[in-house]
C-alpha cells in the first residue's frame, strides 16, 4: 500500500461543474500537506497548502481531517483550464515529501 | 535565476553510460530535492540536501546512483552503467529550508528527461 492514495480517475466534467478529489495518507507523523497541478509534460506547481481549519483560495478548497488521515480538494465552477493531474503532497519532518500518484481532471466544453 | 533550473531538458543515453543531471536551485533555498517521476505517476523521492549535507538519502533506488552538492548551492545527480529502467523524468526542487522546514512548498525545475536505449 502507498504512504499517499489518490483516486486516480480521469474525472471527466463539463464547464462549471463541481468535483472533489479526496487523498489518503499513511504515516501519521505527517505534518503538512499540498496540493500541487501537473500539466502534461510539465513540472509540477504549487497550487496551495492545506491547513487543519480548511482552507479557500478563489474556487478551490481544501480540507484536512488528521483523525481520519485524509484531505480533499473541492473545484467550484470548473474551467478548461483547470485540466491537468492534481497531485496530493504529504510532508514530514524536516520537509520530506511524499507524492501521490495525482488525479486528472478533464474539464470539457 | 528567478526559479529553479535544470539541465540538460533531455539526455538520450546507451545502457552503460554514464549520466550526469544538473540542477540549479532559487537562490537562498537552502533546501534541495531530486526527485523520479515514471509515466503516469507522481515523484518519488530520491534525496535531499540541506546546504551541502545530504541529510536523506534513502530513496536512491541503488549504489549506481549519487549526489552532490559540494558548495550548498548547484547540485548534481549521477547515475552510473545506466539500465532502461532508469528512464524516466528527474525533478529537483528546492525550498527556503530555514525553521520548521515542513511548512515550506517545494519550487520544481522543468525536470530532465532521460531516455535509456
Known amino acids: 500500500r502507498k504512504e499517499v492514495e489518490q483516486d486516480p480517475g480521469p474525472f471527466n466534467v463539463p464547464e462549471g461543474a463541481t468535483v472533489a478529489f479526496n487523498c489518503t495518507y499513511s504515516n501519521s507523523a505527517s505534518q503538512s500537506f499540498f496540493w500541487y497541478r501537473q500539466d502534461c509534460r510539465k513540472e509540477p506547481k504549487l497550487l496551495m497548502s492545506?491547513?487543519?481549519s480548511g482552507n479557500e483560495d478563489g474556487r478551490f478548497t481544501a480540507q484536512l481531517n488528521r483523525a481520519s488521515q485524509y484531505i480533499s480538494l473541492l473545484i467550484r465552477d470548473s474551467k478548461l483550464s483547470d485540466s491537468a493531474t492534481y497531485l496530493c503532497?504529504?510532508?514530514?519532518?524536516?520537509?520530506?515529501?511524499?507524492f501521490g500518484d495525482g488525479t486528472t481532471l478533464t474539464v470539457k466544453p | 535565476g528567478a526559479g529553479v533550473s535544470q539541465s540538460p531538458r533531455y539526455k538520450v543515453a546507451k545502457r552503460g553510460q554514464d549520466v550526469a543531471l544538473r540542477c540549479d536551485p532559487i537562490s537562498g533555498h537552502v533546501s534541495l530535492f531530486w526527485y523520479q517521476q515514471a509515466l503516469g505517476q507522481g515523484p518519488e523521492f530520491l534525496t535531499y540536501f540541506q546546504n551541502e549535507a545530504q541529510l536523506d538519502k534513502s530513496g536512491l533506488p541503488s549504489d549506481r546512483f549519487f549526489a552532490e552538492r559540494p558548495e550548498g548551492s548547484v547540485s548534481t545527480l549521477k547515475i552510473q552503467r545506466t539500465q532502461q529502467e532508469d528512464s524516466a523524468v528527474y525533478l529537483c526542487a528546492s525550498s527556503l529550508g530555514w525553521g520548521d522546514s515542513s511548512n515550506q512548498p517545494q519550487h520544481f525545475g522543468d525536470g530532465t528527461r532521460l531516455s535509456i536505449l
Open positions: 492545506v491547513y487543519s
Open positions: 503532497v504529504v510532508n514530514t519532518n524536516a520537509g520530506k515529501s511524499t
